[in-house]
């Protein structure tokens, strides 16, 4: 098991960026894929942005692709998430979270491991 806080939320105007961050401690990080994913009000959770065990592999949903980056570093136990060109139709609390594979899943049912999320206001 890995214990995972992110932070970085804050509220922001639309067509800002923000860089959301998730701290890693327990287990060896670099063991686990990690993701991001978001849960907007009266919305299921949903897939954001993945990144292998080692990085240099990811993926992302197709409403955030060429806007948002994930990236990780293993040797600071963090993983990285990137928001560029933000719209209110991000807003939403955004997870990380970890499985231990080597590469990530786009389901969130093969995560074990989550953040307590951080919540990002996009304003209009």
């Known amino acids: 098991q890995v214990q995972l806080v992110e932070s970085g939320g804050g509220l922001v105007q639309a067509g800002d960026s923000l860089r959301l961050s998730c701290a890693a401690s327990?287990?060896?990080?670099?063991?686990?894929?990690m993701g991001w994913f978001r849960q907007a009000p009266g919305k299921e959770r949903e897939f954001v942005a993945g990144?292998?065990?080692?990085?240099?592999?990811?993926g992302y949903a197709d409403s955030v692709k060429g806007r948002f980056t994930i990236s990780r570093e293993n040797a600071k136990d963090a993983v990285y998430l990137k928001m560029n060109s933000l719209t209110a139709e991000d807003t939403a609390v955004y997870y990380c979270?970890?499985?231990?594979?080597?590469?990530?899943?786009?389901?969130?049912?093969?995560?074990?491991?989550w953040g307590q999320g951080t919540k990002v206001t996009v304003a209009s």
């Open positions: 327990g287990r060896t990080f670099s063991n686990f894929a």
């Open positions: 979270a970890g499985q231990a594979a080597l590469l990530y899943s786009r389901g969130r049912d093969d995560y074990n491991d």
């Open positions: 990144i292998r065990r080692f990085g240099g592999n990811t």
